[in-house]
T-cell receptor, first 111, second 114 residues
């Protein structure tokens, strides 16, 4: 089955700096890659997603890039703000349409 | 638009007892998912429904877990008997598109097994 590895597990940045979270996946048939943000005690919220026929997607301060050859994808957050502090999860969906999540990255943005 | 609803929000039971969770998806969403999220980990899919049919239940521990979605709308997940390792947040999600895309999560039920 699919295996998704996420790095780093924790990330601390200064407000205004950029943050990058990276994920690798194992199943070359995976074709859908969402990112979720989960604040403490809250539900995961979909913040951006990308399909395998696209290499990059941007939405305001967040962007996702996908390298199908290397089987990795990344989340980029620019001009970070304290409210960006949360746990971020990447995920990948294989041909069986089952979403497999990474282990999460705790992002801390220091004011 | 109302989001995914779940109840109860919290549940504490002793091991070997049974427990049931309820989920009502976003109106019109045909696909419903149940996930288990252990503290400090990402959600793990337990079962996926398309309308009232099971699409994938390969990671559901069927000796103790069961789920149903009889009328293709709301769903229940049951654990019987519960074990200590079942302590987790149980998340329900729904999607209008199907497959694994654009899933929207409910608030979850935090289960503690003592």
């Amino acid at each position: 089955g699919e295996n998704v590895e996420q790095h780093p597990s924790t990330l601390s940045v200064q407000e205004g700096d950029s943050a990058v979270i990276k994920c690798t996946y194992s199943d070359s048939a995976s074709n859908y890659f969402p990112w979720y943000k989960q604040e403490l005690g809250k539900r995961p919220q979909l913040i951006i997603d990308i399909r395998s026929n696209v290499g990059e997607k941007k939405d305001q301060r967040i962007a996702v890039t996908l390298n199908k050859t290397a089987k990795h994808f990344s989340l980029h957050i620019t001009e970070t703000q304290p409210e960006d502090s949360a746990v971020y999860f990447c995920a990948a969906s294989n041909a069986g349409n089952m979403l497999t999540f990474g282990g999460g990255t705790r992002l801390m943005v220091k004011p | 638009e109302a989001g995914v609803a779940q109840s109860p929000r919290y549940k504490i039971i002793e091991k070997r007892q049974s427990v049931a969770f309820w989920c009502n998806p976003i109106s019109g969403h045909a696909t419903l998912y149940w996930y288990q999220q252990i503290l400090g980990q990402g959600p793990k899919l337990l079962i996926q429904f398309q309308n009232n049919g099971v699409v994938d239940d390969s990671q559901l521990p069927k000796d103790r877990f069961s789920a149903e979605r009889l009328k293709g709308v709301d769903s229940t997940l049951k654990i019987q008997p519960a074990k200590l390792e079942d302590s987790a947040v149980y998340l329900c999600a729904s999607s209008a598109i199907g497959g694994a895309e654009r899933q929207y999560f409910g608030p979850g039920t935090r289960l503690t097994v003592t």
